[in-house]
T-cell receptor, first 110, second 119 residues
Framework: ELKVEQNPLFLSMQEGKNYTIYCNYS?????LYWYRQDPGKSLESLFV?????AVKQEGRLMASLDTKARLSTLHITAAVHDLSATYFC??????????FGPGTRLSVLP | GAVVSQHPSRVICKSGTSVKIECRSL??????MFWYRQFPKQSLMLMAT?????????EQGVEKDKFLINHASLTLSTLTVTSAHPEDSSFYIC???????????????FGPGTRLTVL
């Protein structure tokens, strides 16, 4: 059974700082997704990572995938308050569809 | 493109009543739609996978007689919570996979969610 973990689960950081959120999964997969969720809202797609070594960047966020280590990272550069949200990674596995991580609740403080 | 809508966005009902939630893909056809449930401050849990023209596939532990899913067309899936109880109160989110992308990277597009409160 595919299990997806995220670390940390809660993150409080100051504006301007850098930090990385980690997503580990238990079964080989080459499809990993990152989503953002604001309170009371649904999910917004951030990144789709489809191969080992994939790296994608959008603004202050950069995601990478290492399928051999079964690890994806979401790196935040020079955080701003608008990035405060909960971030989920999700792994697709044929026959199990999407399995979501527990989420990382990020608070960016002024 | 790739917009998914849900209706209603919020519903409050009495215990014992049934509630229907609609999920529509507005600008694409979706052979597969997914229904998730999310409790406060928790992750999304897949409830069932809905395929157009066939029976839904339910995840382990999800009562198919309580959560009725109908995927009547390539743009509409409905979830009916029958005989709702307070423990069914949750945020229900649907997603849809565009048919033409299904073999590529299985991306899902999420609806805005429906908050169900059962009194």
């Amino acid at each position: 059974e595919l299990k997806v973990e995220q670390n940390p689960l809660f993150l409080s950081m100051q504006e301007g700082k850098n930090y990385t959120i980690y997503c580990n999964y238990s079964t080989t997969s080459d499809r990993l997704y990152w989503y953002r969720q604001d309170p009371g809202k649904s999910l917004e797609s951030l990144f789709v990572l489809l191969s080992n070594g994939a790296v994608k960047q959008e603004g202050r966020l950069m995601a990478s995938l290492d399928t051999k280590a079964r690890l994806s990272t979401l790196h935040i550069t020079a955080a701003v308050h608008d990035l405060s949200a909960t971030y989920f990674c999700a792994v697709y596995l044929y026959g199990q569809n999407f399995v979501f991580g527990p989420g990382t609740r990020l608070s960016v403080l002024p | 493109g790739a917009v998914v809508s849900q209706h209603p966005s919020r519903v409050i009902c009495k215990s014992g009543t049934s509630v229907k939630i609609e999920c529509r893909s507005l600008d694409f056809q979706a052979t597969t739609m997914f229904w998730y449930r999310q409790f406060p401050k928790q992750s999304l849990m897949l409830m069932a996978t809905s395929n157009e023209g066939s029976k839904a596939t339910y995840e382990q532990g999800v009562e198919k007689d309580k959560f009725l899913i109908n995927h009547a067309s390539l743009t509409l899936s409905t979830l009916t919570v029958t005989s709702a109880h307070p423990e069914d109160s949750s945020f229900y989110i649907c997603s849809a996979s565009p048919a033409r992308w299904r073999s590529s990277y299985n991306e899902q597009f999420f609806g805005p969610g429906t908050r169900l409160t059962v009194l």
